[in-house]
């Protein structure tokens, strides 16, 4: 069998904030075309892996490769140019422009923003900024957002603007997308929408897909493999079922009383 | 203002994004600038020259500083500064024998490149250590004005400014004077608009609210802040150029310090951030509210028999612009512009509210 091709890999990457040392030796790989879940309780340095990865927190040893390539120390928007998108575990969208202008910033990699094109809008920008709209109009169909379009970010519900951070994401052209929690604080209905949003990305997209998540269910029925943290620690890995049932990873959610209980 | 949304549809992308999609803006739109175009044949010398001729040329000072702070999200106290470079750049510039419209670009280059310089070392920092820095700026820029004795010819000396000229032909009437500010006016205007709704204008916006968010979908949050220094303070050393030639035409040091700046802060606070219309709103209320209410107070005092001092008099405005200032960042943040905004949106449903 053909070894699959790794597009990201952490390797034994630490990091520490002042005295605690949020990431330990931690390494993993993600390959082309999987979901890849990243779980462990609160504090646990999930957020952190993912924050090293786009440049926020560089790490302080150990190296981060995209598609065999360095990118530690790299700057956010850099990362961003090589083709990782991510959304934020507390929604980080643009107040002040509609839905339309915020997944529209997601072009922005593909487009030419200048000044000069702005006042010769006519000339330069209209025919850029029509084809991109187009692109943009795709991504709306697929995610269903065709009726907020044109609302003001702020009168939009949770639930949907989790999903305008999505498409947003997808509007760049990923060939990795980085969610962090895109599923926190929905019901069950909206979950399941989120669910299938991520799985039919993956298939008409090719995407490659690095998901923390909270919620076991959704982990264990989207992630082909995964990595379970506790303290900046891998504690369990591999397939679902098996890091799920390890018994660190029940210590680590339940303690030594719920892993006697579960057994 | 009796009309509806209603029945009006747009078939493309093109047509959804036009600056005006609702006719009716339009054909307002189109009265207005007619009589703004037409105003000499109208108006008296009087009300042309004091007016509305600093209305238009603060509203353009206006919009270019609101880009900053509206769009770009980044204080800047140190603008009028901004607008001398400008001004005595352009000035000297013409009397070195360049054309005016060479003149105004070496102006607002001047300017640009200085509050870039300036910028980028502000830019390290972010809100109020930003607006200190950049009242550094205004400091410096007056003292050196001042003490340069090249630029200004003397703390107490004004600079003549040549006169106007478009291609080379001299401009000498006061519509003449009042159509080139308003020529640029129009222009930064337009910019503005199309900045909205542009990869451009969304970058900064992005910047503006969440920068780490703005990274990560690609935008170098230094970068565009940056940019938006350089785009506005070209604008202010263009505008402060036309100040000097269509306005004051003598240029001193006085007119362009610390009140100045706050006095351009206030219009583009209390008209609205990143709206120009507010920019227009807010230019006239700063400028113009001060002169009423200095005749209003005037007369109060001749009528209750009390003897106002002239110092006083001229105080008041400032306590204006702060009051202005303060009560809007309370009330309505967003300005006239959203004041305006809030009536027409009810009028639009007017009398059938649940509608909306």
């Known amino acids: 069998m053909q070894e699959p091709e790794k597009v990201l890999e952490i390797r034994s990457v630490d990091r520490s904030f002042g005295g605690l040392r949020a990431l330990k030796e931690v390494s993993l790989h993600v390959n082309r075309g999987e979901i890849f879940g990243l779980v462990g309780p609160n504090g646990s340095g999930k957020t952190t892996i993912v924050n090293s990865v786009t440049g926020f927190y560089p790490p302080d040893k150990g190296d981060i490769l995209f598609e065999g390539r360095s990118i530690k120390g790299m700057a956010p928007h850099r990362v961003a140019r090589l083709g990782i998108a991510r959304t934020f575990q507390n929604l980080a969208l643009f107040r002040g422009m509609s839905v339309l202008d915020n997944i529209l910033v997601g072009r922005h990699i593909h487009m030419h923003p200048s000044a000069l094109a702005a006042l010769f809008y006519w000339v330069w920008a209209e025919r850029e900024e029509l084809r991109h709209r187009d692109i943009v109009e795709e991504t709306i169909d697929f995610l269903q957002l065709q009726d907020v379009r044109d609302t003001p970010i702020e009168i939009v519900p949770l639930g949907l603007q989790k999903r305008i951070e999505l498409a947003r994401a997808l509007v760049s052209e990923p060939r990795m997308l980085i969610l962090d929690e895109p599923m926190a604080g929905m019901n069950q209905e909206e979950k399941e929408y989120m669910a299938r949003f991520i799985l039919d990305a993956r298939e008409e997209r090719g995407l490659t897909v690095l998901l923390i998540e909270h919620h076991m269910d959704v982990v264990s029925a989207l992630c082909d493999r995964m990595t379970v943290l506790s303290y900046g620690e891998q504690i369990a890995g591999g397939k679902p079922a098996e890091a799920l049932s390890n018994p660190r990873v029940i210590e680590a959610y339940l303690g030594t009383k719920g892993r006697e209980h579960a057994a | ?356």
């Not at chain 2, 036009?18 to 044949?41: E, S």
């Not at chain 2, 706050?262 to 807010?282: K, P, R």
């Not at chain 2, 005092?301 to 002239?310: E, R």
């Open chain 2, 1 to 356: 203002m009796l009309y509806r949304l209603a029945g009006i549809r747009h078939t493309t992308y093109r047509s959804a994004r036009q600056l005006f999609p609702i006719p009716f803006d339009r054909k307002l739109l189109g009265f207005v600038i007619l009589l703004g175009v037409a105003a000499p044949f109208y108006l008296s010398p009087l009300h042309l020259n004091s007016y509305l001729l600093p209305w238009v040329i603060w509203t353009t000072a206006a919009l270019g500083l609101n880009l900053l702070m509206g769009w770009a999200g980044q204080v800047h106290l140190g603008y009028a500064a901004v607008m001398a470079i400008g001004a005595y750049a352009a000035i000297h510039a013409t009397r070195f024998g360049l054309p005016l419209e060479a003149a105004l670009l070496v102006g607002g280059l001047a300017s640009s490149v200085i509050g870039l310089a300036f910028g980028a070392a502000a830019l390290r920092v972010k809100g109020l250590y930003l607006a200190v820095t950049t009242l550094a700026m205004q400091s410096i820029v007056d003292w050196t004005i001042v003490h340069v004795p090249a630029i200004s010819g003397g703390s107490q000396a004004t600079l003549q400014a040549p006169t106007l000229r478009l291609f080379g032909l001299p401009i000498e009437t006061d519509a003449g004077r009042y159509w080139y500010a308003l020529g640029l006016c129009a222009i930064v205007t337009v910019f503005l608009l199309n900045v909205s709704r542009t990869s451009f204008g969304r970058a900064l916006v992005a910047v503006r609210e969440k920068d780490f968010a703005a990274a990560i979908i690609g935008v170098s949050p230094f970068k565009f802040k940056l940019l938006a220094f350089w785009c506005s303070s070209f604008i202010g050393g263009v505008t402060g150029a036309i100040l000097a030639f269509c306005y004051y035409r003598a240029i001193t040091p006085e007119q362009f310090h610390l009140e100045v700046s706050i006095q351009v802060v206030a219009m583009v606070i209390v008209g609205g951030l990143g709206s120009v219309l507010g920019s227009y709103f807010g230019a006239g209320l700063v400028l113009l509210a001060p002169i009423f209410l200095n005749n209003w107070v005037a007369s109060l005092a001749s009528a209750l028999n009390l003897s106002l001092q002239t110092d006083v008099l001229s105080q008041i405005p400032l306590v204006l612009y702060g009051g202005l200032i303060v009560g809007f960042l309370l009330f309505e943040p967003l300005g006239l512009a959203k004041i305006y905004d809030n009536v027409r949106n009810y009028f639009l449903v007017w009398p059938f509210r649940h509608a909306r």
